[in-house]
């Protein structure tokens, strides 16, 4: 498989609807929470990159770009960058789909580094490299 095509196997959706107990006093979703499902799909997607123990090393960049409402639905994509020695980086992005309606944004983007770790939780190298 060519680095493109795990790449590519390895790009994760998740979607989820925007309930009451994940929204603010702005009736919007938690920045927070936001972010702990941006750091899931990454790891996910870093995990079925890899089929190696990860951690998240570092976040970066993380922009709100958008308000994401109650009652809507959003997507979580999360995809490989970069691949490094011990490290890769994923790129998620979150938007928010309408219920009603095919409406849909570009609401929250960030970078997220894992590390691939060994038995005794040291850095390992990636099996896949650039
Ligand atoms: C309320 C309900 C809760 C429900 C719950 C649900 C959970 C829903 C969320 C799911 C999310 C799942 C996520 C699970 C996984 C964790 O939970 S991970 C937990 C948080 N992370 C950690 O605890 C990691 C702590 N850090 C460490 O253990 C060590 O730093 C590490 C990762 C073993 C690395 O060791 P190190 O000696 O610092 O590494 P070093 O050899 O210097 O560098 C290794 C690589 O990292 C790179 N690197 C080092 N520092 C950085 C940096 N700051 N930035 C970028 N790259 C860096 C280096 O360049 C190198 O890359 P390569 O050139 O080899 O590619």
Do not use: C, W
Not at 9 to 24: G, L, Y
Not at 91 to 120: C, L
């Amino acid at each position: 498989m060519t680095l493109e095509e795990r790449i590519q196997n390895s790009e994760t959706h998740i979607f989820k609807a925007v309930f009451p107990n994940t929204t603010n006093h702005y009736d919007t979703l938690f920045g927070g929470t936001a972010m702990h499902m941006m750091d899931e799909v990454a790891f996910i997607t870093a995990t079925r990159f890899s089929r190696q123990k990860m951690v998240t090393i570092s976040s970066e960049k993380i922009d709100f770009t958008k308000p994401i409402p109650a009652g809507t639905f959003v997507e979580l994509i999360g995809r490989v960058t970069r691949v490094g020695n011990t490290s890769l980086v994923v790129y998620v992005e979150i938007y928010i789909e309408e219920m009603y309606s095919e409406k849909r944004e570009k609401a929250i983007t960030g970078q997220f580094t894992f590390v691939a770790i060994d038995e005794n939780k040291k850095p390992t190298p990636i099996h896949f490299k650039q």
